[in-house]
């Protein structure tokens, strides 16, 4: 795969805050003075004007994603709890089903297993 020299630039910059209303960007280095929406988190806006200019577009994304982070928070405690769990089954001994077999187990299941092959005379 192979870039345009005239879009790799585009592709490979850092990518800048943008404007969700007006799609203003600010230079690297230069302090942006945009404001995140408070209720998604996502948005971001370089004025109250853009802000307000955006809403009645902005509105049905909002609330998804402020419903989406507040079930997302609601789940945190039972993945943490998963988690837990999963380092506690870690740290416990492993049974004896689990454990390798001996040498001496080996030949006592072999000759379990020829005694059931066998049926006696």
Request: overall charge positive; charged content about 30%.
């Amino acid at each position: 795969l192979e870039l345009r020299d005239d879009v790799a630039p585009l592709l490979l910059a850092p990518a800048r805050p943008l404007c969700s209303a007006c799609r203003v960007r600010h230079a690297p280095g230069e302090e942006p003075p945009f404001k995140t929406c408070a209720r998604c988190g996502v948005s971001k806006y370089c004025s109250i004007e853009c802000q307000a200019a955006d809403y009645a577009k902005h509105k049905p994304h909002c609330l998804a994603a402020a419903e989406l982070r507040d079930v997302l928070k609601l789940m945190q405690p039972t993945q943490d709890a998963l988690k837990r769990e999963r380092l506690d089954a870690r740290a416990q001994p492993r049974d004896a089903y689990l454990r390798p077999l001996s040498t001496a187990d080996r030949r006592a299941l072999a000759q379990q297993a020829r005694a059931a092959a066998d049926p006696p005379h």
